[in-house]
């Protein structure tokens, strides 16, 4: 079984004592969620940034100590090298299947391509393998800025909430430490890591759950790029098929939406599906 992480450093340490943003939103956080299935974690980023038109704040941290692995510790611990995959199952894995899907954004709400995502945890009985790679593999997003992540609902071990741990990274950026949590499990409320920041939506789906949720990266793209100097955004509804420029504007659906990347239109990735492609305005 892994050491537990230690749930008592919060306390030793005067500073993390204080009452901050974060403890506020997980007391609130705890104190509104009760059924495992939700699907109220923390809004995501494409949501936001939709609503409000503002710069995004960067995904929190949420480092617990993890390093590579000394061959004489066992633990929950990160390890480089991992197998590039988006599924950390196989044929006959026991555990409730979990697909995790989402976009990785910069603060002004663009997509980053490419974008780095390591993720690792425990399999059903709260076990990590630090001998191999089981339930640790790393993945690219796609042009879109999205991932997807097929794996189980981690299993409990002492200290800790259900969790997933993932480190992302920008092409050429800082590397993030953090991890992705489940909303209404019970040990939310005494897990010192915890950050309600850091919630999934997650729904059940058949026999399994999916959850969502949108990393966004320390990173300073300038806002969406403008309408090419001359041209006028085209004013009519949106088609498949078509060649789009970033700054373009389309109806669908009786709204409007603005180009953030250019692209060709496919059916399936309509405005309201596709908000790496597409912001309403």
């Known amino acids: 079984m892994p050491t537990p992480e230690d749930p008592g450093k919060d306390a030793r340490d005067p500073q993390r004592r204080a009452v901050s943003r974060k403890s506020v939103l997980k007391a609130a956080a705890l104190a509104g969620v009760t059924p495992l299935l939700v699907g109220g974690g923390a809004a995501l980023a494409r949501d ?62 663009l997509p980053v391509a490419g974008a780095l995502l390591d993720f690792w945890q425990a399999d059903v009985n709260g076990a990590y393998d630090n001998a ?33 741990h993932v480190k992302a990274q920008a ?70 098929g078509r060649t789009y420029r970033a700054g373009d504007r389309v109806s669908y659906g009786g709204a409007a939406y603005s180009c953030l990347q250019a692209h060709l239109a496919t059916v399936g990735w309509e405005p309201p599906a596709t908000p790496a492609l597409w912001r309403r305005v």
């Open 48 to 109: 936001r940034s939709a609503a409000s038109g503002a710069t995004l704040d960067p995904t929190p941290a949420c480092d617990d100590g993890d390093a590579p692995t000394i061959p004489q510790t066992e633990g929950p611990y990160f390890k480089p090298n991992s197998p590039q995959r988006t599924s950390l199952v196989l044929p006959g894995t026991p555990g409730v299947p979990l697909t995790v899907s989402g976009f990785v954004f910069g603060r002004s709400c």
């Open 132 to 164: 191999g790679y089981g339930f640790r593999g790393h993945q690219f997003t796609d042009a879109r800025g999205a991932f997807t992540l097929r794996t189980v609902v981690p299993g409990l071990y002492p200290g800790r909430t259900r969790h997933i």
């Open 171 to 240: 092409p050429g950026g800082r590397v993030l430490t953090t991890q992705l949590y489940f909303p209404g499990e019970p040990r939310n409320a005494t897990d010192a890591i915890f950050d309600a920041r850091l919630l999934m939506n997650v729904r059940q789906s058949g026999p399994g759950r999916e959850g969502t949720f949108d990393f966004v990266l320390d990173v300073d793209q300038g806002g969406p790029s403008p309408s090419p100097t001359g041209s006028q955004p085209p004013a009519g509804a949106w088609t498949p």
